[in-house]
C-alpha cells in the first residue's frame, strides 16, 4: 500500500489507507494512557524474618538478590513462608542431616517454595533408624586393612622348627653314613 502513488483515481483505496493509520495512532494512543500497577517492592525486614525461619544460613547476600528479584516477578512473602515450613516439614520426616540441607542462597535462587516435599516419614527397618553408609569405589579402597600385617616373627611355631632341624640332622647323617661305604 506504501508504494501507491498520491494522486489515486479510486477513493476506496485512500479512504482504507487512511483507517489503518486512524486505527495504530488510536491504539497507540490508548496504551500509553493505561496505568501499569506497581510492581512489588521488596521490603528488608521481611527477607529477615524469612532468613530466620530458613534452617541452613549461608550465602545471605546472594538469597537476599534472588528475594528481590522473586518478588518483583510476584511471589509473596506468605507464599515464601509457607515453602521454608513445607521444607523444614520434609528435613523433619526424613531426619535428613544438616549437610544435606540445600543452602539458602540455593534454596532462595531455585525458588524452593515452588517446589513439591514429601513428608511422610522414612519407615525404619526392624524398629531401628536406617543408617546409609557412603563406600569408596574399588580403586579407592584400601585393601591392606584385609590383609595380615607382615612381621618379622615366623608364623610356624618353635616346636615344628624343632621338627624339621631333628629331620635334617637325621638326613644328613644318612648322607654321611653312605659316603663313607665302600
Known amino acids: 500500500m506504501g508504494t501507491y502513488v498520491k494522486n489515486i483515481k479510486n477513493p476506496t483505496q485512500n479512504n482504507l489507507r487512511d483507517s489503518i493509520t486512524s486505527t495504530i495512532t488510536s491504539t497507540t494512543t490508548n496504551n500509553k494512557d493505561r496505568t501499569k500497577p506497581p510492581k512489588p517492592v521488596a521490603n528488608r525486614d ?36 509457607q515453602g521454608i515450613n513445607k521444607y523444614l516439614a520434609e528435613i523433619k520426616a526424613k531426619q535428613t542431616p544438616k549437610r544435606y540441607i540445600k543452602h539458602g542462597q540455593t534454596w532462595f535462587k531455585q525458588k524452593g517454595w515452588q517446589d513439591e516435599y514429601d513428608i511422610t516419614p522414612e519407615a525404619p527397618v526392624n524398629g531401628r533408624k536406617t543408617v546409609q553408609r557412603e563406600t569408596l569405589p574399588d580403586w579407592a579402597q584400601d585393601n591392606s586393612i584385609n590383609q595380615p600385617a607382615k612381621t618379622s616373627k615366623p608364623t610356624v611355631s618353635p616346636e615344628e622348627i624343632q621338627r624339621q632341624f631333628e629331620k635334617l640332622k637325621t638326613i644328613k647323617g644318612d648322607k654321611q653314613c653312605k659316603e663313607q661305604e665302600p
Do not use: M
Open 46 to 81: 521481611h527477607f529477615e524474618s524469612l532468613w530466620k525461619l530458613y534452617p541452613n544460613k549461608k550465602g545471605k547476600e546472594s538469597a537476599w538478590n534472588s528475594y528481590k528479584q522473586s518478588i518483583r516477578d510476584g511471589a509473596t512473602d506468605d507464599e515464601i513462608k
